[in-house]
């Protein structure tokens, strides 16, 4: 099932578009078969799940830290792990971040999450304070800013999910034209199961997607 999804997801994206397999829940195991399907990202919301996955996966794929970043988290052996981290939303985090990847001579590429929707129960920074958020982290030695990322409603009407798109896309495309030290805004991840297809048309250029991948589970993207 798993490898039949990911052929049918892979055949429709437009070129240069990116599919992270959101693998909350998911056993190495299905982890690993939706690599050799031809996923070429992993994205993990639990450092605890990602340590196992990659045990059995290793290097085959690029590993993306994809949940709610917190201090507890910066630690060297999930800095060693991740080639990304898609959820940084504090100049508190960026700081932390940068001080442990200096220790280990990295560079890290982050996203910044943005709560578009401005949802109290959503993690990720207010847009109006983004551009600020990127001045502050942007001089920052072991970090890079690659783009930005946000998430639209899980459920109902993917429609739902188009303005959350079309902000972040015009908070991507204004700091994009500030060319700040530091910051290539190359990445708009955008969209989900339910809603991807809207955030493709809204400029998303980087997917997550769980349940399309790996069926139906409780706590899937």
């Known amino acids: ?27 190495p195991e299905e982890v690993l ?13 639990y450092v605890k799940e ?10 085959r794929a690029k590993w993306h830290f994809i949940g709610t970043f917190q201090k507890h988290n910066v630690r060297r052996k999930v800095l060693e792990i991740f080639d990304m981290i898609e959820s940084v939303d504090s100049l508190e985090i960026a700081r932390e971040i940068d001080r442990r990847c200096a220790q280990i001579g990295k560079i890290m590429p982050i996203l910044i999450e943005v709560n578009s929707g401005k949802e109290p129960q ?20 072991n ?11 899980r459920f109902g009407n993917p429609e739902d999910s188009r303005p959350y798109f079309v902000e972040t896309r015009r908070i991507f495309e ?15 991840s955008m969209g989900m199961t339910n809603s991807y297809k ?19 589970r409780v706590g899937s993207l």
């Open 50 to 59: 990602a340590k196992e996955a990659y045990e059995l996966v290793g290097k």
């Open 198 to 216: 809207v955030a493709l048309e809204e400029g998303a250029n980087r997917i997550r997607i769980g349940t399309k991948i790996f069926g139906e």
């Open 122 to 141: 959503k993690s990720g920074v207010l847009p109006e304070d983004v551009e600020q958020l990127i001045g502050e982290i942007s001089g920052l030695r």
């Open 174 to 188: 204004k700091i994009k034209g500030l060319k700040l030290p530091s910051v290539e805004m190359r990445y708009l």
């Open 33 to 45: 078969e939706a690599v050799q399907a031809g996923i070429k990202i992993i994205g993990e919301n």
């Open 143 to 153: 970090i890079k800013v690659m783009g930005l990322m946000t998430m639209g409603p």
């Open 1 to 27: 099932m798993i490898k039949e999804n990911v052929g049918e997801i892979l055949a429709e994206l437009p070129d240069g578009v990116e599919v992270v397999a959101a693998a909350k829940t998911r056993t």
